[in-house]
T-cell receptor
Framework: DAGVIQSPRHEVTEMGQEVTLRCKPI?????LFWYRQTMMRGLELLIY????????DSGMPEDRFSAKMPNASFSTLKIQPSEPRDSAVYFC?????????????FGPGTRLTVL | RKEVEQDPGPFNVPEGATVAFNCTYSNSASQSFFWYRQDCRKEPKLLMSVYSSGNEDGRFTAQLNRASQYISLLIRDSKLSDSATYLC???????????FGKGTRLSVIA
């Protein structure tokens, strides 16, 4: 199994630009999670989907952030416009429904730097 | 109060030492408990689940105290390769997201 795939692995952009992060979950997994990790705040859940439907987006910091899951094999997290405080590592994770929480798998992350 | 609290460390220990990490959680409805390991610039990965009766996996022992809402991880005979950040994680059910602590950083020194 290829595992959770994220792209790009690194992104450097300037303030005000649009950033799109991509995730391909493990095939057959029903849940998809987007997390953000910083030294100050640790690992924060931004939003999660079940069967492509957003379930809880209360962790999305503000309207500049949006996430979509158009099908079971693809999700995007978009930041528009980006700001320096958005610099962080963004992880995508997936899990199969009916499996227990320890079956959650993370992708390698996207390291975002906003200048 | 944070849902899951850990001492951030760092813990700097010599090879062969025994080190213990503690974690407290605020939601008494939490049902499942885990320790994840995160290497520098990598994603978190499951280290071990934590069972009510306590469990051991080689040099690693996890304990749960539901009455005190407290979880621990003990590492015996530390190796250089144990250097990482250890994340305490709780779950309320099989269909809710995991809740992560901010992690405890361990450095094992030769």
């Amino acid at each position: 199994d290829a595992g959770v795939i994220q792209s790009p692995r690194h992104e450097v952009t300037e303030m005000g630009q649009e950033v799109t992060l991509r995730c391909k979950p493990i095939s057959g997994h029903d849940y998809l999670f987007w997390y953000r990790q910083t030294m100050m705040r640790g690992l924060e859940l931004l939003i999660y989907f079940n069967n492509n439907v957003p379930i809880d987006d209360s962790g999305m910091p503000e309207d500049r952030f949006s996430a979509k899951m158009p099908n079971a094999s693809f999700s995007t997290l978009k930041i528009q416009p980006s700001e320096p405080r958005d610099s962080a590592v963004y992880f995508c994770a997936s899990r199969k429904a009916g499996g227990w929480a320890d079956t959650q798998y993370f992708g390698p992350g996207t390291r975002l730097t906003v200048l | 109060r944070k849902e899951v609290e850990q001492d951030p460390g760092p813990f700097n220990v010599p090879e062969g030492a025994t080190v213990a990490f503690n974690c407290t959680y605020s939601n008494s409805a939490s049902q499942s408990f885990f320790w994840y390991r995160q290497d520098c610039r990598k994603e978190p990965k499951l280290l071990m689940s934590v069972y009510s009766s306590g469990n051991e996996d080689g040099r690693f022992t996890a304990q749960l105290n539901r009455a005190s809402q407290y979880i621990s991880l003990l590492i015996r005979d530390s190796k250089l390769s144990d250097s990482a950040t250890y994340l305490c994680v709780v779950s309320y059910s099989g269909n809710t997201p995991l809740v992560f602590g901010k992690g405890t950083r361990l450095s094992v020194i030769a």
